[in-house]
């Protein structure tokens, strides 16, 4: 049981460039939720999807897009990376909506650096 | 929506001394409290949550919370830390309506020294 896991760890950008991060988890899940870090701001949430085919704007969606084709998997895809957009992105999964009472499980983040 | 406030971004303390990580949250309706563990170079782990009933939670690595429902505070303490609790804490809220918006705080770096 590998819980909550995230692919790649590390990754250099240039401006304009694209990418995709990919999350899976082996819990069966219902809720997946894709957050940002970034320092003295905490996490905030990104998008999220409450259960295969379906997505959601979190708190900051501009600048990135989800998709949800598989009930494990949830990716995150920046079309045309900008410098704002460097921070560690974490990846959660829960049973249930909004993780309670259970709460969140967390990936081990992928630290993402635009130039 | 809801808000939480960490009120201290770090927190220096010997090794085998009290802690108390204070947090303050806000919403306009009843709410479940989360603290969350980061490790260097970790994700988040679920370390104490709070529901309802009983204020007062207990959690894992011996780490407790008390829910204080007229303050709107869910403070996290330790009687005696050591230097395996260095890490980042991190206070978060949802309400209990169902929804997916849990709203974490800016986090407060713990470090014991020996």
């Known amino acids: 049981n590998a819980g909550v896991t995230q692919t790649p760890k590390f990754r250099v950008l240039k401006t304009g460039q694209s990418m995709t991060l990919l999350c899976a988890q082996d819990?069966?899940?219902?809720?997946m939720y894709w957050y940002r870090q970034d320092p003295g701001m905490g996490l905030r949430l990104i998008h999220y999807?409450?259960?295969?085919?379906?997505?959601a704007k979190g708190e900051v969606p501009d600048g990135y897009n989800v998709s949800r084709l598989k009930k494990q998997n949830f990716l995150l895809g920046l079309e045309s990376a900008a410098p704002s957009q460097t921070s560690v992105y974490f990846c959660?999964?829960?049973?249930?909506?909004?993780?309670?009472?259970?709460?969140?499980?967390f990936g081990p983040g992928t630290r993402l650096t635009v130039l | 929506a809801q808000s939480v406030t960490q009120l201290d971004s770090q927190v220096p303390v010997f090794e085998e001394a009290p802690v108390e990580l204070r947090c303050n949250y806000s919403?306009?309706?009843?709410?479940?409290l989360f603290w969350y563990v980061q490790y260097p170079n970790q994700g988040l782990q679920l370390l104490l949550k709070?529901?309802?009933?009983?204020?007062l939670v207990k959690g894992i690595n011996g780490f407790e919370a008390e829910f204080n429902k007229s303050q709107t505070s869910f403070h996290l303490r330790k009687p005696s830390v050591h230097i395996s609790d260095t890490a980042e804490y991190f206070c978060?809220?949802?309400?209990?309506?169902?929804?997916?918006?849990?709203?974490f705080g800016a986090g407060t770096r713990l470090t014991v020294k020996p």
């Open positions: 919403s306009s309706v009843s709410v479940y």
């Open positions: 978060a809220v949802s309400d209990n309506q169902g929804n997916n918006d849990m709203r």
């Open positions: 709070y529901l309802s009933g009983s204020t």
């Open positions: 819990m069966n899940h219902e809720y």
């Open positions: 959660a999964s829960s049973p249930i909506a909004g993780g309670h009472p259970y709460g969140q499980y």
């Open positions: 999807s409450v259960g295969e085919g379906t997505t």
